[in-house]
């Protein structure tokens, strides 16, 4: 699929924290997100670009997958097949979920799609915006928490035997990776990400940031003008004083503007192939925040359709 092919946008939906609902027993809110964004206006200000909208829902995983691990492969592997299937058809993936780790069958959809499995490995950039690395290993992560492992699951880095079971996925080349907004880090974290080729546009709770300069900075380091790239944004980037995103929020990340911003310089400089959205719980805040963070999402998403209407690209 061209870039001048894209005539809709599908919505996928992926409504689950490691592979399960949110209910009395599993109390994890981020996997009510995607339905509250879509519920709160997504929906609406997508259907004012004036473009055909498809929506597809990942079905819920069987119980025959084994604990978190294996639920939360399959769905990787469920979301590359409908990533790869919408720009095959000519749509441009918008992808709602629970969990950030998500983003890694995306891009292991986009590579299996028809314009990009024949492309070298530097053909794809990735900007990924989140407080957080998400750039653990199971050596290294002290919670356990297996959705803060994202960027090295999809850089070959670890779970490579189940990671090749995931359609489409080739390791991905963190030299073609942005990471905006980090700041949530321990001591080790930020020691393997410094060390990593990956480029960081730190947040910083103590003096003010030019988030859109920064990356803007780093795509020139790192990125071919025009080149196809994924949009990761976990909504804990934002800082607090937007809305809590979600319970891991912390101070020094982006306002709304910030955000807007950082959409329009990519959409300026890439072509975007796909976009998630991931890791709200809108119950974690004030009915107020939970739609600050709404309209703040709404706006980042708008920013990157119109970008692309604006250059005849959607």
């Known amino acids: 699929m061209s870039a001048t092919s894209i005539k809709s946008i599908t919505i996928i939906t992926s409504p689950y924290h490691v592979g399960l609902r949110a209910s009395p027993v599993h ?6 997100g995607p339905d509250f964004l879509l519920s709160s206006g997504l929906l609406a200000s997508l259907q004012g670009l004036g473009l055909p909208i498809r929506q597809v829902e990942l079905a819920p995983v069987a119980d025959d997958f084994e604990g978190e691990i294996g639920r939360t492969f399959e769905l990787l592997r469920r979301t590359a097949r409908a990533v790869t299937e919408a720009r095959n058809s000519g749509s441009f993936p918008i992808i709602l979920a629970g969990n950030c780790c998500t983003t890694v069958g995306v891009a292991a959809g986009v590579w299996g799609s028809n314009d990009m499995r024949n492309k070298t490995d530097d053909a794809l950039g990735c900007v990924w915006f989140d407080a957080h690395d998400d750039y653990n290993v199971p050596d290294t992560v002290i919670s356990g928490y297996f959705d803060s492992q994202g960027i090295a699951m999809m850089a070959g880095e670890c779970w490579k035997t189940l990671m090749h079971t995931v359609p489409g996925h080739r390791a991905f080349d963190l030299r073609n990776l942005v990471h905006c907004g980090m700041r949530d880090v321990n001591d080790l974290e930020r020691s393997r990400v410094e060390g990593s ?49 979600n319970s891991f929020a912390s101070p020094g990340g982006l306002s ?22 991931a890791s709200f719980d809108p119950f974690c805040d004030t009915r107020d925040g939970a739609q600050r963070v709404t309209n703040a999402a709404k706006s980042a998403v708008h920013a990157v359709l119109q970008g692309l209407k604006d250059r005849n690209l959607l």
């Open 197 to 245: 080729p990956m480029g960081v546009v730190w947040g910083n709770a103590v003096k003010r940031v030019d988030f859109a300069a920064g990356l803007k900075s780093e795509m020139d380091a790192r990125f071919a003008p025009g080149q196809a790239a994924l949009i990761h944004l976990d909504l804990d980037v934002l800082d607090p004083t937007v809305g809590k995103a």
């Open 256 to 277: 709304d503007n910030d955000l807007t911003s950082c959409m329009e310089t990519i959409v300026g400089y890439t072509v975007p192939v796909a976009l998630t959205l």
């Open 27 to 32: 109390r994890s809110r981020v996997s009510e």
